[in-house]
């Protein structure tokens, strides 16, 4: 294979016309050159200069690799602006996963800010793979994901958590149930009623359990679905109750009531995992922070106690959140411990 170092000087000598020239161009000796023009000539099996007067002249066969020469330069030079703006951030591709509910509140103005300040990186956006969101990120196919974080389990240690929000639960009712005129509740208040379930089996599930559990009793799900505007459309029909996190209450159903909780209150813990191992990227370390700054703004409406579909309209049109002050505050948030990995988490919605 032909030496890329010796066509660029091959190249200088045909540019310079001497040898003498070329030299002093690269910072070599004359021989040096010579020697180098002589070793790809031995490569090329032919001649590549010819002697004129005091100069050179190239042959057929070196005006040829000179002009490759040219073109492989003009390459290394572009490979070389490529990569300064991809380590810079202005180019490049990042690989997103996310949960449902995390997608309009927490993943679409964190993107509409990456695209600001990073316009050249281009965003991959899929639905996490719900039976295990950390797959693809610790397999290398995604970037980072959002996902809702198994509490009190630790990972394999391949996974970095970055915590983005602890999104409370709360109590949804139907608009004439008995309880409904309450502002705040205490969770074992709901121990008797028959419960619509929105959660399968995984880490936004558990802490519905779990808080129950300290409550002293266990729910009575006598329908289960898998999505919040169905799971709300039965509690207006009277069938149940439901404990739902707020990120899927921002549309709530006019039939139903949305009441906080305490003693205790569920809360799910919202995070974006990404591999230690991955190299710095300045894309990927600009779009935590956007997550974080959108986590900010919701978690700042979301800190309501009640609110109704009245409520909710009023709300999000002043503040794009559906948190509204109600008597009584928020009870002590649960923080859960950012340790999860990729086996801490089943389904995340």
């Not at 050179?56 to 070389?80: C, D, N, Y």
């Not at 990569?83 to 679409?108: C, E, I």
Request: charged residues 20%; hydrophobic residues 45%; negative net charge.
């Amino acid at each position: 294979m032909l030496d890329v170092r010796r066509l660029q000087v091959l190249r200088a000598v045909v540019t310079s016309g001497t040898v003498t020239a070329a030299a002093a161009h690269l910072g070599y000796t004359p021989s040096a050159v010579s020697q180098q023009v002589a070793a790809l000539e031995k490569q090329a099996g032919t001649a590549l200069l010819e002697r004129v007067g005091r100069g050179v002249r190239p042959t057929a066969a070196g005006l040829l690799l000179t002009e490759h020469a040219g073109l492989i330069s003009a390459a290394v030079s572009q490979a070389e602006t490529a990569l300064a703006d991809l380590r810079a951030g202005r180019t490049g591709r990042l690989s997103v996963r996310y949960f449902a509910t995390a997608g309009s509140t927490l993943v679409a103005p964190a993107l509409a800010r990456l695209r600001l300040e990073h316009p050249g990186v281009r965003i991959d956006l899929e639905l996490a793979d719900p039976e295990d969101p950390f797959h693809e990120v610790v397999k290398g196919r995604a970037d980072l994901a959002v996902v809702v974080q198994a509490r009190d389990r630790t990972g394999d240690g391949s996974i970095r958590l970055v915590h983005l929000l602890d999104d409370p639960y709360a109590a949804v009712l139907p608009a004439d149930h008995p309880l409904a005129g309450r502002q705040v509740l205490n969770l074992n208040e709901l121990a008797g009623e028959q419960w619509v379930g929105s959660e399968p089996p995984g880490p936004c599930l558990e802490p519905v359990l779990d808080s129950c559990a300290a409550a002293g009793f266990s729910p009575d799900f006598v329908i289960q679905t898998e999505d919040y505007a169905t799971a709300q459309g039965f509690v207006a029909a009277g069938l149940g109750i439901g404990l739902m996190p707020r990120l899927g209450l921002r549309t709530p159903h006019p039939g139903v009531v949305v009441r906080e909780v305490r003693n205790p209150e569920p809360v799910r813990v919202i995070s974006a995992a990404a591999r230690r191992t991955a190299p710095e990227q300045p894309a990927l370390r600009g779009l935590v922070d956007a997550l974080r700054e959108a986590a900010g703004a919701v978690g700042t409406g979301a800190a309501a106690g009640t609110i109704d579909a009245a409520d909710a309209a009023d709300a999000a049109d002043a503040t794009g959140t559906v948190g509204t002050a109600g008597a009584g505050g928020r009870s002590e948030v649960r923080r859960e411990p950012a340790t999860a990995g990729p086996a801490d988490v089943s389904r995340s919605r």
